[in-house]
């Protein structure tokens, strides 16, 4: 394998140059577990873990290596090396860290497209749909629709969902697929191209490692087995893995999500919710808020059927979020200067007792 089956590119290898990382080698992050990562480069794979003034010097999430990271490495023993550098990213999916307010949690990095999978039965669901669409669109990474067990529903039930789909969005390519019986599987696999990276989203249960496995051609990722009571299989991805397709696209599996919670992300929800946002410059106010202000076109629109309810208020729910989302930052990063002040006085006043 070599490092452009990986996704490597000149721009990429002109960085290593410019930055003089050339005594090092270079390889892509295909997994992560807590504090260590395994790299894959052209000659093989290694765990590693990253050199103490990366780790120490980090002062965020984005400071950190993730899955899809280009990283430049050196090798200390036999398939074990450090993380001496991260390369430039072009792309970051992101979502708000379940449970921490304010936080980031970076799913996968060096993205080009999203295949954002929703099976046909229970999980699925439009207002989902639009949240992944607004992470991939903040990132820049192309959003792929893929609709899954199919053989669940009849003929006129799919027809349904998708006309629902269409109505709501507009320009995302949907692939209607089943693992079981193999449709849509080739539609799929033609828009995988060799080099480009795919980011699997998604729900537990909605089949990501099936169709991986179905993309791949043997049992490469354990799947759970189908609950009846619950009509979808049961979680089994837990972390993250990329993988090189043998027609030379590459796949990152990614666990299930139960919450796709929005970051900071005004461009994403200005690419997903466009129809809304073109409304908004004829507001009478620049700051409406779309909810009770006399002289919002937003709202006589929907009054007069122009734009979907369910949209509207999907995209006012995300609005309050990333507003919620950036004052929580704000406030942290307030916080951290007042500390910052106190040390420096705490220190300015030593150093006057000891004189």
């Known amino acids: 394998m070599t490092l452009a089956d990986l996704g490597y590119t ?15 080698n270079v390889g892509r992050i295909v997994s992560e577990h807590k504090d260590r990562y ?19 010097t980090a002062e965020n999430r984005y400071d950190l290596p993730a899955v899809g990271d280009w990283v430049a490495i050196s090798e200390y023993d036999k398939d074990k090396a450090l993380i001496r550098s991260i390369y430039p990213r072009h792309s970051i999916l992101e979502r708000q860290a379940v449970g921490k307010s304010g936080q980031i949690q970076i799913i996968a990095t060096n993205i080009d497209y999203g295949l954002i999978v929703q099976s046909v039965n229970r999980d699925f669901n439009i207002n989902r749909l639009e949240r992944y669409l607004a992470i991939c669109n903040a990132s820049m990474v192309k959003p ?15 027809k349904t ?41 998604g729900s537990s249960g909605v089949g990501k490692s099936t169709l991986l496995n179905k993309l791949v051609g043997k049992e490469l990722m354990e799947t759970g087995a189908i609950s009846q ?21 590459i796949i990152i599996d990614n666990p299930g999500m139960r919450e796709v919670g929005i970051t900071d992300s005004k461009a994403g929800l200005e690419i997903t919710f466009d129809d809304i946002v073109k409304l908004s410059y004829d507001c009478k106010f620049k700051d409406c808020t779309h909810t009770t202000e006399i002289g919002c076109a937003v709202m006589e629109a ?35 200067k007042d500390f910052g002040k106190m040390v420096k006085h705490f220190k300015n006043r030593n150093r006057r007792g000891d004189q």
């Open 10 to 24: 000149s721009s990429l290898a002109q960085y290593g140059k410019d930055k003089n990382l050339d005594a090092f």
């Open 38 to 56: 395994v790299v894959k480069t052209g000659t093989g794979e290694f765990d590693c873990e990253l050199i103490g003034n990366l780790r120490f």
């Open 144 to 158: 792929i629709i893929v609709l899954s067990k199919i053989d669940l529903i009849d003929e006129q039930g799919l």
């Open 161 to 201: 969902l998708l006309n629902q789909i269409n109505e709501r969005i507009k320009g995302v390519p949907i692939i209607a697929i089943s693992n079981q019986s193999d449709i849509g599987l080739d539609k799929l696999d033609a828009i995988i191209h060799k080099g480009k990276t795919y980011c699997l989203l």
């Open 229 to 249: 009571s619950i009509d979808r299989g049961k979680h089994v991805t837990s972390h993250r893995e990329l993988i090189v397709l043998e027609n030379g696209g």
């Open 302 to 336: 929907l009054e007069n059927d122009e734009i979907d309810r369910g949209s509207y208020e999907n995209y006012l729910k995300m609005e309050r979020e990333k507003v919620h989302f950036e004052s929580t930052i704000a406030e942290r990063r307030k916080k951290d």
